[in-house]
Every structure is written in structure tokens, then in C-alpha cells.
């Protein structure tokens, strides 16, 4: 049976890395913080200055930088019969993807990474190559793939997936954690049929204090696979998207969840209600800047669900965003030459508002139902990816 479950509890899944019964420790005994690069190098935006210039109305399509690649071909290989993907094949297809993946991001190769990864991963990659070309910054360096975990469900027909976790270094030129720290990536690989390639369709990234996470598949005895979730859990894992983005709306917007939310008792990594709203409050005092942010769910994009850790199970999915930013006083957002005032991918010139596109990846471990224990919203990734002129 396809991971992609569309059945009563859930759909398919994947990161893992906690022992699920001792929730409240999660931070202090992994360490992770969520991996900003270039940015926290750099860091707020400057409080930008409105010289006098004729408005941006505006805008042409986004480039696609680079040319293709040729793929390696663990990526496109199939199985006469029998699953669709061992777990031995699934660790030859990131050992496969990852060097060529780190070429392409390291190249700003946007055609090569549009051809090994899917969906909302894509689009914000492609956001992040932009924002850096834009303003002229060389920090996606070649890391090195040092260590694997692999959760593989028993998969006989497409659409397939699997997760693998990673270790990895931060990249040469990031300076904002101590020596010896790693990288821990959560990358959902996805496989729409047998004519198409297997591609990053959902990732999430931390800064690892210890290797390795302790999140493991939960198999049956004598099985290398990951055993069929099995519910009834505490929240439908198929409701979380929706559940989450009207949690964050709400507490962007007034600092307080909707009534009733199941995340409003949630332990967060990073990005809780509380930090979305004084993060706010604080930019629009700082900046002159007003915004206003919906947080939405795309029905396209896949929700994805492992077994880890007994009963529990890890829930991976993307929330999109759409914001529209503008002076509190009125006036023009002023982009300067260098592009840096509001990213790289936004022309310089003078703006009425900009409108921004964006989303996040997110995994939360739901507990089943009766267990008592919160929902834990583990990484959350991503940012705008788009702007154009409002």
C-alpha cells in the first residue's frame, strides 16, 4: 500500500527525532534550532528610506537560472515486481541525490534543482536562489552527506515515499553556531509513477547538538519496513494543515489562538502563536511597516505521515502564506540598488505595497488518542519565496 494514505488517520509522513512519552524535554535534549542561513548572518533588514522615483506597478516572471542535469539513475531506476522501493534501494536514492542536489544549490542551478525536487520544496528553493543571486551572495557551499536514517513503508503501486534523515554541516561561510555543531535535514522523497524520477518533496532543517536523533521506524519483527499507522490518534493527522494555519492566523493577527485549536496547547520548537505576534508588534515598531499575513492550505499539497516510536506517529506537511506589506502612514516602499531592504528577488525602485508568497514545512508528532500528551510541533522551515507589486 502507497505511504500517501488518504485513509481515516492519515497520509504519509516523515521526521522523527524524540522519545514521544517525554514531551516537555524536547528542546533541551536535542538541541535544535532552526537553520537561517544567510540571514542571521546579515542580520534584520535595515529601516529602509523613501528617496523620490517613479512607482513599480509591476513585475515580469521569475528567472530559471542554469541549465539540466543528467540524473543519476538510482533516481529513475524501477523494480520488475515486488515493492516499489527497498530500504536499500531508498539509501542508494539519497546517496544518489545528495551530491548532485548540494552541485546544483551550491551552483545556483535552479533548472537542476527543479528537476530533483517537487512542489512547495521547489518553489522555495527557487525563492532562496533568486534572493541570493539578487544580492550577489555566494553562501550555499558542497557539504558533505556524513550519516543516513531511513523510515521505508512497504509500498507495492505509486505514488511512493519514504523519509530519510540526514547529517550534514552547516555551511563553511555560517558563523552563527559553535564548532563541532551539525545539521540534521528531514527530507520527504517522493515518487509520482514509474515514468517520473524520485524528487525532495517536503524538507526541514535544524542545527543538531547530538547525532543520532533518537526517532526510529517502528517495524514488525523481522520486517526492514515501517509498519502501517495505526490510529485513532489524538488529533486526525489530516486535519493539522488546516488546524494550523487558521492557529497561526489568529495569533498573527491578535496574539491569540482560535477557540478550540488542538495547537493551542502545543509544544513548539520555534515558531509558536506567541513569538509570531511579538516578532510582529516588534518589525512594525522597528520599521514604520505594516503587514498583514493569511496562513492558508494548497489542497495539492501532499500530507505526509510515518509510525515512529511506538504509537506515535510524525505528521509533515506545508502551510502557504500570503502577506501584503505597506507604509503605516501611507508613502512608497523604497528598494535600494543592492537589494537590500527587502531580499533579493525584488527589483530596485519605488513600491506602493508588495504582496509576498511564501510557506512553511512543518512535522508534528501527533500522540494517540486518550494519551493525553500535547501535539509537538518539532521544525518548521521555509519563508517567502515571491514578491510582486500591490
Known amino acids: 500500500m502507497s505511504p500517501v494514505r488518504r485513509a481515516e488517520y492519515g497520509v504519509t509522513a516523515g521526521c522523527g527525532v524524540l522519545v514521544l512519552g517525554v514531551l516537555s524535554a524536547l528542546v533541551g535534549l536535542y538541541g535544535y534550532q532552526q537553520v537561517d542561513p544567510w540571514r542571521s548572518q546579515l542580520g534584520p ?15 515580469p516572471d521569475p528567472p530559471r537560472l542554469g541549465e539540466p542535469i543528467a540524473l543519476p539513475s538510482a533516481l529513475t531506476s524501477i523494480n520488475a515486481s515486488g515493492p516499489v522501493v527497498t530500504p536499500d534501494q531508498a539509501g542508494g536514492i539519497v546517496r544518489a541525490w545528495w ?14 534543482t527543479d528537476q530533483l525536487e517537487s512542489g512547495a520544496f521547489q518553489q522555495f528553493t527557487d525563492g532562496q536562489t533568486l534572493d541570493l543571486v539578487g544580492r550577489q551572495l555566494q553562501w550555499r557551499t558542497l557539504r558533505q552527506l556524513i550519516d543516513l536514517r531511513l523510515f521505508v513503508p512497504r509500498q507495492n503501486s505509486y505514488p511512493a515515499d519514504f523519509l530519510g534523515i540526514m547529517e550534514t ?38 542545527y543538531l547538538a547530538h547525532w543520532p536523533p533518537s526517532a526510529f521506524p517502528t517495524v514488525a519483527a523481522g520486517s526492514p519496513y515501517e509498519t502501517t499507522s495505526q490510529g485513532p490518534y489524538a488529533v486526525a493527522p489530516l486535519d493539522l494543515p488546516a488546524a ?10 491578535s496574539g491569540t489562538p482560535p477557540t478550540g485549536s488542538p ?35 494548497d489542497a495539492a499539497d501532499p500530507v505526509f505521515q510515518f509510525s515512529v516510536n511506538g504509537s506515535y506517529d510524525a505528521v509533515c506537511f506545508t502551510v502557504r502564506m500570503l502577506s501584503a506589506t505597506k507604509r503605516a502612514g501611507g508613502g512608497t516602499l523604497h528598494q535600494d ?24 514545512q512543518i512535522c508534528t508528532y501527533v500522540p494517540p488518542a486518550g494519551d493525553g500528551s500535547p501535539l509537538v510541533v518539532d521544525h518548521v522551515s521555509g519563508g517567502d519565496y515571491r514578491e510582486v507589486a500591490g
Open 263 to 297: 495547537f493551542a496547547s502545543a509544544s513548539f520548537v520555534n515558531l509558536s502563536g506567541q513569538a509570531i505576534y511579538q516578532n510582529r508588534i516588534a518589525w512594525e515598531k522597528r520599521t514604520g511597516l505594516v503587514s498583514d499575513v493569511t496562513y492558508s492550505v
Open 45 to 59: 533588514w535595515p529601516i529602509p528610506t523613501t528617496p523620490p522615483a517613479p512607482i513599480i506597478s509591476s513585475l
Open 244 to 253: 494550523l494555519a487558521s492557529y497561526w492566523t489568529a495569533a498573527y493577527q
Open 337 to 360: 540598488t543592492e537589494r537590500q531592504n527587502y531580499g533579493g528577488r525584488l527589483p530596485p525602485g519605488q513600491y506602493r505595497a508588495l504582496i509576498s508568497y511564501g510557506e512553511h
Open 169 to 206: 554541516t552547516p555551511y563553511a561561510n555560517d558563523q552563527s553556531q559553535p564548532p563541532g555543531t551539525k545539521v540534521v535535514e528531514f527530507v520527504v522523497f517522493q515518487r509520482a509513477g514509474p515514468s517520473d524520477s524520485w524528487k525532495a518533496a517536503l524538507e526541514t532543517d535544524a
Open 99 to 112: 551530491p548532485v542536489h548540494e552541485q546544483a544549490l551550491a551552483g545556483n542551478n535552479m533548472v537542476a
